[in-house]
């Protein structure tokens, strides 16, 4: 009788050890919160365009044409319009940070004039007698040169700003270059104990 109300004890503790048992399996553990990426985001590439500054060569061009036309006044207005037109177009691919086409620009400012000339001298030269000019002093071939070297000057000028003369940038920097004006004029004013200078200033 006794191993009986024992049994009868046992049976309901088991019973609630299997239903707890069960209810432990029922319940789902918690997630985990999700890990963080370590991997750096990058930012998408700018959209790039083409930008044409020729503008600024031909504004040197125009400049060096204007200073040599002086030429007759003084040697040095001369020798200033050369060394604008040599050295002025380079210079300004040199501040867009592209020195290597400015390189380029001062080989064909240099030789291109050079090179036609004698390509025109050689063409006159071919074309004519040698004694078609009559007189002591014969110049064959020096108008052939002077033709070539001209179509040289206006090629490389044209050459310069048309083609050189465009660069890639970000299409942001375009916008925010069109609300700048062209060129920024400043004046200057420089004292000293023995004078005065004044001039003007500016950026393009």
């Given at each position: 009788?006794?191993?009986?109300?024992?049994?009868?004890?046992?049976v309901?503790?088991?019973?609630?050890?299997?239903?707890?048992?069960?209810r432990?399996?029922d319940?789902?553990?918690?997630?985990?919160?999700?890990?963080?990426?370590?991997?750096?985001?990058?930012?998408?590439?700018?959209?790039?365009?083409?930008?044409?500054?020729?503008?600024?060569?031909?504004?040197?061009?125009?400049?060096?044409?204007?200073?040599?036309?002086?030429?007759?006044?003084?040697?040095?207005?001369?020798?200033?319009?050369?060394?604008?037109?040599a050295?002025?177009?380079?210079?300004i691919?040199?501040?867009?940070?592209?020195?290597?086409?400015?390189?380029?620009?001062?080989g064909?400012?240099?030789?291109?004039?050079?090179?036609?000339g004698?390509?025109?001298?050689?063409?006159?030269?071919?074309?004519?007698?040698?004694n078609?000019?009559?007189?002591?002093?014969?110049?064959?071939?020096?108008?052939?040169?002077a033709?070539?070297?001209?179509?040289?000057?206006?090629?490389?000028?044209?050459l310069?700003?048309?083609?050189?003369?465009?660069?890639?940038?970000?299409?942001?920097?375009?916008?925010?270059?069109?609300?700048?004006?062209?060129?920024?004029l400043?004046?200057?004013?420089s004292?000293?104990?023995?004078?005065?200078?004044?001039?003007?200033?500016?950026?393009?």
């Amino acid at each position: 009788m006794r191993m009986r109300s024992a049994a009868s004890g046992l049976v309901p503790f088991a019973l609630m050890l299997v239903a707890t048992g069960a209810r432990a399996d029922d319940v789902t553990p918690p997630e985990a919160p999700p890990v963080a990426s370590t991997t750096p985001t990058t930012a998408p590439a700018p959209r790039m365009v083409s930008h044409w500054y020729g503008w600024q060569t031909l504004l040197v061009d125009g400049a060096a044409i204007a200073v040599a036309s002086a030429s007759g006044q003084s040697a040095a207005f001369g020798y200033t319009g050369v060394g604008l037109y040599a050295f002025g177009g380079p210079l300004i691919h040199v501040i867009h940070d592209r020195a290597g086409i400015g390189a380029a620009d001062l080989g064909v400012r240099i030789g291109g004039p050079f090179v036609l000339g004698l390509i025109g001298m050689g063409v006159e030269l071919a074309a004519t007698k040698p004694n078609s000019c009559g007189g002591d002093l014969c110049f064959r071939g020096l108008a052939g040169f002077a033709v070539g070297f001209f179509i040289g000057y206006v090629t490389a000028v044209v050459l310069d700003a048309a083609v050189f003369a465009r660069e890639k940038i970000p299409a942001d920097e375009v916008a925010s270059s069109r609300r700048r004006p062209l060129v920024q004029l400043v004046p200057m004013l420089s004292l000293t104990p023995t004078g005065a200078s004044a001039g003007i200033g500016g950026t393009m």
